[in-house]
């Protein structure tokens, strides 16, 4: 599975399609996935963008805190139509989970048991395309009843 | 296109030559004293190189809500100067940016709203130096100080800013900038941290957070390995964080990584990780020595 730097999955759709699906296309991901599923959860302006071509894959690391429920939404849609999907490490590379083994969803709500430095790696099953991918935070359920 | 963005605009290109020249004229500084100020065009780095690494670290944002949910304790002794503010920039001052946040947000998460509200005012004046005055200005401020007796409200309105001034540097070509000010956050927020460990060693959240940069110092340093051939200031951020990586290797990590169970219950996916023992106050002071001369060398005069 070939790895990209996600911006080099832009440099590669401008090489192959022209600039103006490119620009306009994964830049259109970002506010129209926040309007649609960031609800209550509040975004901090970070967001993660790429062209995968092929069976590549992308890669973020990102903070988890223990006690913050967490919205991972992951935007896009493939050339064949398929949703992107997350494969989810720990920081020693571990695969912790696949949600294609989970069935479709717009978005997938995270908590841990205890902080973490987590890599998620995005990917498409099938097809080509844009992939977008936004990160949500709030107080868990459990700590916001308390307060 | 996110693809290289072209960091020397035509403004900043004007003034970077203009500041160039003249820190080129001045006699006696040490390269990496006279390039902490040095404009953002010094810092030039291929944006695809970056952005893998850029958003690991937690925002103040975050932290704040963390420390807020964990009802830490306020000391002012970690904190640091807000009457420095006017005094920095380049490196320096996008790093001071990320330090304030990371007060303010340490001062808010704890309920202290006039020392947020010092912070936000020296946030304040640093922002005029990226074109950012108009997220933090004096009328937004006072807005967010409104709302002391509503931190949830505050809280999403600062993220709401956090998130404006992250925009503004990525599409005004400032990512080598926007670098600085999360490594200062970054910085800060262990330095609060590692206090507050101090004070309360067996804090288990607190201690995760710690041991969790066993795997984050190396994207910091990878981050800062980049550009240090055209910038000394960016190498001797790199010495520091390659010092704190030898430190944080030896604390075992591999452990606390574990995960018991992952699952995934009604659309939330819920993860048990195995618990770690607390850190040994040897360790803490360990990784304390190692960050303090980072953070000296960002926030010196």
Same mark, same amino acid.
């Given at each position: 599975m ?15 399609s ?22 209550d ?32 939404i992951p ?9 992107p999907?997350?494969?989810i ?59 | ?15 970077s030559g203009?500041?160039?020249?003249l ?72 790093a ?8 303010m ?19 304040n004046? &640093?922002?005029?130096? %990226?074109? #950012?005055?108009d997220?933090? =200005? ?5 807005? @967010?100080?409104? $709302? *002391? ?12 800013y ?53 795997g984050?110092?190396?994207? &910091?340093?990878?981050? %800062?390995? #980049?550009?240090?051939?055209? =910038?000394?200031a960016?190498?001797t951020? @790199?010495?520091? $964080? *390659? ?18 169970n ?21 360790e803490?002071?360990?990784i ?14």
């Amino acid at each position: 599975m070939t790895k990209i730097p996600l911006s080099l999955g832009i440099g590669l759709l401008l090489a192959l399609s022209g600039a103006s699906y490119g620009q306009s296309g994964c830049r259109q991901l970002i506010p129209s996935c926040r309007s649609a599923h960031i609800e209550d959860f509040s975004w901090d302006g970070r967001y993660w963008r790429a062209e995968l071509y092929g069976g590549e894959t992308t890669e973020i690391y990102y903070t988890f805190f223990r006690g913050l429920r967490y919205r991972i939404i992951p935007c896009g849609r493939s050339s064949s139509q398929a949703m992107p999907h997350l494969r989810i490490y720990n920081a020693n590379r571990t695969l912790l989970l696949d949600t294609r083994q989970q069935g479709e969803r717009p978005y997938w709500d995270l908590e841990l048991s205890s902080t973490q430095l987590l890599l998620i790696e995005l990917y498409y099953p099938s097809g080509d395309g844009c992939v977008a991918l936004l990160i949500g935070h709030r107080a868990s359920e459990e700590v916001a009843a308390v307060r | 296109m996110r693809g290289v963005k072209p960091l020397l605009r035509s403004g900043w290109g004007l003034i970077s030559g203009v500041v160039l020249g003249l820190v080129a004229c001045s006699p006696n500084p040490p390269p990496a004293a006279r390039d902490l100020h040095a404009p953002d065009s010094l810092y030039v780095v291929p944006w695809e190189q970056v952005e893998v690494y850029l958003q690991a670290a937690p925002s103040p944002v975050q932290v704040s809500l963390w420390l807020r949910q964990e009802k830490v304790k306020f000391y002012r002794e970690p904190l640091h100067d807000p009457t420095y503010a006017g005094r920095y920039s380049g490196l320096q001052g996008a790093a001071n940016l990320g330090i304030y946040l990371t007060d303010m947000a340490y001062a808010h998460a704890t309920g202290r709203y006039q020392e947020a509200y010092d912070y936000l005012s020296a946030v304040n004046r &640093l922002a005029t130096t %990226y074109g #950012i005055e108009d997220i933090f =200005s004096i009328e937004r401020i006072r807005q @967010l100080d409104k $709302l *002391q007796d509503k931190p949830d409200s505050a809280q999403k309105l600062f993220t709401q800013y956090y998130s404006e001034v992250q925009t503004r540097l990525s599409e005004t070509g400032q990512e080598a900038m926007l670098r600085h000010m999360i490594l200062g956050g970054w910085v800060e927020s262990l330095h609060i941290i590692l206090h507050l460990l101090e004070k309360d060693p067996q804090n288990q959240p607190l201690a995760e957070v710690i041991l969790l940069q066993k795997g984050l110092t190396p994207l &910091l340093v990878r981050l %800062y390995s #980049i550009d240090t051939l055209q =910038s000394k200031a960016s190498q001797t951020v @790199l010495n520091h $964080l *390659q010092a704190m990586q030898k430190t944080l290797d030896a604390l075992p990590l591999g452990e606390s990584a574990t995960v018991t169970n992952a699952e995934v219950k009604k659309g939330v996916i819920q993860m048990q990780f195995r618990s770690q023992a607390p850190l040994k106050p040897e360790e803490i002071r360990a990784i304390q020595s190692h960050l303090a001369p980072l953070r000296q060398f960002l926030v010196k005069i």
